[in-house]
């Protein structure tokens, strides 16, 4: 924040879940929220924005590959220059695939972990470069039960999400210091959106039951977290729903 104006929010992996009722939220909270997704899905962001928008807030869409390292620093350095300060940065790319340990091919393995920690890194990256210097600023990083356990059939997803959960770990002790607050937020168990509506028949039914997470409440913890004081920085938060077992 600066001169009592909330900062700029980007959100990395935006989209119809939790990364668009991230945005959503944190646009309500007065930040200019900004969206990414691969240049070939941009066009998926212009509802968001659009919704966005007509409520009052303020959204900006970039079609951007986040494992290009070359990308990635443009569109930190295009933010900082043309919209204003980055304040938080929201990692939230998924890549949640299931593939048997046989029929996971290198290919498979290696763009999961590109998708869901090496552009985690990237982004960790370009985030401290902008917000160490002004000594404050937020990265939160969602993750997902493979962050801290694999499962049949997940070998690729969950070596890339514990992966993900160790570059924030050393982000968070190596930046908190410095100012900056690094949340790892695990999502354990099934989240409501494109995934697990194409595998599950009754949605309606597990959201009046509250078995699954719900996006929007899930993005009311993320901007909690960005506004809490440093005297009691929460770094690795897990959500789950009540039924869940762990």
């Known amino acids: 924040m600066t ?7 980007l959100v990395i992996g935006a989209g119809e879940g939790v990364g668009g009722a991230i945005a959503r939220s944190f646009a309500a909270a007065g930040h200019t929220v ?5 240049a070939r ?10 919704d966005i928008r007509s409520a009052g807030g303020k959204a900006h869409a970039f079609g951007v590959d986040a494992r290009s390292e070359e990308e990635t ?4 350095d295009r933010i900082e220059a043309e919209i204003g300060a980055i304040e938080i940065v929201v990692f939230n790319i998924g890549a ?16 999961v972990w590109e998708m869901a920690c090496f552009s985690g890194f990237l982004a960790a990256r370009e985030a401290a470069r902008v917000m160490v ?12 039960t493979a962050s801290l356990r694999g499962g049949a059939g997940f070998s690729a ?4 999400k514990s992966g993900l959960r160790a570059v924030a770990q050393s982000a968070a002790r190596e930046l908190g210091p410095q100012g900056i607050h690094v949340v790892h937020i695990i ?7 494109v995934f697990t509506r194409s595998r599950t028949d009754d949605v309606a039914d597990l959201l009046e039951r509250d078995v699954i997470l719900k996006p929007d409440e899930i993005a009311q913890t993320y901007v909690w977290l960005h506004r809490q004081p440093r005297s009691a920085w929460t770094h690795e938060l897990d959500l789950r729903p009540w039924g869940e077992t762990f």
């Open 3 to 9: 001169d009592g104006v909330p900062g700029v929010c």
């Open 34 to 38: 900004c969206v990414t997704r691969r």
């Open 41 to 50: 899905n941009l066009d998926r962001l212009d509802a968001l924005v659009a």
């Open 73 to 76: 620093t443009a569109l930190f």
């Open 96 to 111: 949640n695939v299931r593939f048997g340990l046989r029929e996971t091919t290198v290919r498979v393995f290696h763009k």
């Open 133 to 144: 210097p002004r000594g404050r600023g937020t990265i939160l990083v969602t993750g997902a």
């Open 157 to 160: 997803f969950a070596a890339a």
């Open 187 to 193: 999502c354990d168990g099934a989240i409501d959106g």
